[in-house]
């Protein structure tokens, strides 16, 4: 017969109270640092269970809000969540350490960990995107592209699929000029089209996605501790 490692409180007044006080445990000025506050609120929103499906992935968008919040980050561009996917055993563990034990120093050093080695992939990924802009400007000047094609590389970083209606609408150009830019990107290796039609193309700034892509699985390069 199978037996739960753990079972979270029943969804009755029991839930409900549970998360009145994780609610107001989170809006209190508790004099910890945040990321400590953060790992501690985690494990007590996992702890509560409250939804079917999803506790996870809200637990831990939490901490990107909680994270904000505190002042620590301006943008929501941290993510914990490749890592602690890449070392899901070890993660669970430690949380159900926490319920056992009520030891918290192990599982503290365990996220805090998650947000030091995440951010630092972080960084590296702005360091690649901005070393690839810097290469794509250059190459604008050399070859005396303005206009709505220089407008496009820049945002490229925020947008890299992109098609020609989107484009046309975003620049506020006609039809032959949107075509035009993405045809000189095509040329010069930014863009690559990714359906293979000929109506409906999508292009794509496989630089720019794979550099992004990078920060999400670059905790699963490196072997559980």
């Not at 006080?21 to 209190?28: G, K, N, S, Y």
Request: with cysteine; charged share 20%; aromatic share 10%.
């Amino acid at each position: 017969m199978y037996e739960a490692r753990y079972i979270p409180p029943p969804p009755d007044d029991r839930l409900r109270a549970g998360l009145d006080q994780w609610q107001e445990w989170l809006a209190a000025d508790v004099p910890l640092p945040a990321p400590v506050k953060a790992a501690m609120a985690h494990y007590q929103f996992e702890s509560l269970h409250p939804f079917g499906d999803g506790n996870g992935r809200i637990g831990r968008l939490v901490i990107v809000l909680q994270l904000m919040r505190s002042g620590i980050l301006n943008e929501p561009a941290l993510t914990i969540s490749p890592w602690l996917r890449a070392r899901r055993d070890e993660y669970q563990g430690h949380l159900l350490a926490v319920s056992q034990t009520g030891n918290w120093d192990p599982w503290v050093a365990f996220f805090c960990r998650a947000i030091c080695e995440q951010s630092m992939a972080s960084v590296r990924v702005v360091d690649a995107l901005n070393t690839w802009l810097t290469t794509q400007r250059q190459t604008l000047n050399d070859r005396y592209w303005t206009g709505t094609i220089a407008k496009l590389v820049e945002d490229l970083v925020d947008w890299p699929v992109i098609t020609a209606s989107f484009v046309q609408e975003k620049y506020e150009v006609s039809a032959p000029t949107a075509k035009s830019a993405i045809d000189r990107l095509m040329e010069s290796g930014v863009l690559r089209e990714t359906t293979g039609k000929s109506y409906g193309r999508v292009y794509a700034a496989m630089d720019v996605i794979n550099a992004v892509e990078s920060f999400g699985t670059s905790g699963e390069s490196r072997p559980s501790a």
